[in-house]
């Protein structure tokens, strides 16, 4: 069957969903790397980028509470914090010492009961003019749902004052898996996968770029996998706003559903498959947070052609139990993209190169 799939690749068809589920349930983990890693090389030859980002958390305080979530807390709760506008800056500010400059700040965090609209765009605003250089990369689609919401403008008109605020793109946190009965058990709070997808799509037509995401590895099965990337492929086909899919594993720690950490097997077939489907994406990106540093350096010979960031103070999966460290400088970055056998290019924002390593 991968024989057959893999020559239907290779004359440029597209996989269907039952092949998908086929790549899926294959054993053959080699096949499908040198399968995944062919489709990575056709359209970045070996370039593997990195950004010199730094994220930050502005509350944990959120009122969905989602049952996978081990970061959130409520208001009152111990260990809920939430940042004040000169502690979000001083955090922007106070780069490590190995980082001469960060490209990107990273902004995502929980849906705080009484923040206002305001608050967000006060934001965007301060870090835009204490940092002009600076790209900010901001709140998932269910934080943008959320102060529409709270603000009583339309997505639309969310969009155009984010944006005139500051915001330059957005991440793809939240997506978790479209299927509505896992997500019930999931996350019940949370906005519809649909929604999420009217969210992305806006963002898209109002000129945001995005990535997007798939929590896998908790409750799910490959079905449910295989339609969250087909919903993202068809959306891809029409908008053409993602840049890149970031495949993000399960954290078991602390969470309400409990369970395992996802296996290393099927991390890198999540990577090789997800390549493969989403042959619209340009960049599948193994995040060293989530897959730990040694699986996402495999990753790069199982598709993946970006190794995300630096990082720096990463709260939301290390809530969880991360076994990752919470940054990674550019040259521990450049040391494992080399050491695969990859050419690393520093990127801004936008997947534009900044600097080739030799
Ligand atoms: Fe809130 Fe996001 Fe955690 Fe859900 S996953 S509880 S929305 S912070």
Redesign the pocket.
């Known amino acids: 069957m991968l024989v057959k799939i893999r020559d239907r690749v290779f004359s440029g068809k597209r996989v269907s969903r039952d092949e998908a589920l086929e790549l899926f349930k294959s054993d053959d983990i080699f096949s499908l790397g040198a399968l995944a890693s062919s489709v990575a090389e056709k359209k970045n030859g070996k370039k593997v980028s990195f950004i010199r980002n730094r994220h930050v958390t502005p509350t944990?305080i959120?009122?969905?509470?989602?049952r996978?979530?081990a970061?959130?807390r409520s208001k009152g709760e111990e260990g809920a914090f939430e940042l004040t506008l000169e502690e979000i800056l001083k955090r922007i500010r106070a780069l490590n010492s190995h980082l001469k400059t960060i490209s990107e700040v990273h902004i995502?965090?929980?849906?705080h009961p009484d923040w206002p609209f305001e608050y967000y765009l006060e934001m965007l605003l301060e870090i835009k003019r204490k940092f002009p250089e600076i790209h900010i990369k901001a709140f998932?689609a269910?934080e943008v749902d959320y102060m529409s919401r709270i603000s009583g403008l339309s997505l639309e008109e969310t969009f155009i004052v984010l944006k005139k605020h500051g915001l330059d793109l957005m991440p793809g946190?939240?997506a978790e898996i479209f299927d509505s009965r896992i997500r019930s058990r999931l996350?019940p709070?949370?906005i519809s996968g649909e929604r999420w997808l009217k969210v992305i799509e806006t963002a898209h037509r109002s000129g945001i770029k995005t990535n997007a995401t798939m929590l896998y590895g908790h409750i799910e099965n490959y079905e449910h996998r295989v339609e969250h990337l087909f919903r993202l492929r068809e959306l891809q086909d029409i908008t053409g706003g993602f840049q890149a899919f970031i495949p993000l594993s399960y954290h078991p720690k602390g969470t309400e559903i409990g369970g395992f950490y996802s296996s290393g097997i099927d991390d890198l077939k999540t990577i090789a498959v997800s390549r493969i489907v989403l042959d619209n994406f340009p960049h599948i990106t193994a995040y060293w947070i989530m897959l730990g540093e040694k699986i996402s350096q495999l990753a790069l010979h199982f598709g993946a052609s970006d190794l995300s960031g630096t990082v720096i103070e990463e709260k939301?999966t290390h809530s969880a139990g991360a076994l990752s460290g919470e940054s990674m400088t550019p040259e521990q970055l450049i040391y494992l993209i080399k050491r695969a056998g990859k050419i690393p290019v520093e990127r801004d924002s936008f997947y534009r190169k900044v600097k080739s390593e030799k």
Do not use: H
């Open positions: 944990n959120c009122v969905n509470r989602c996978f979530c970061f959130s995502v965090g929980g849906l998932t269910v946190g939240g996350c709070e949370k939301i």
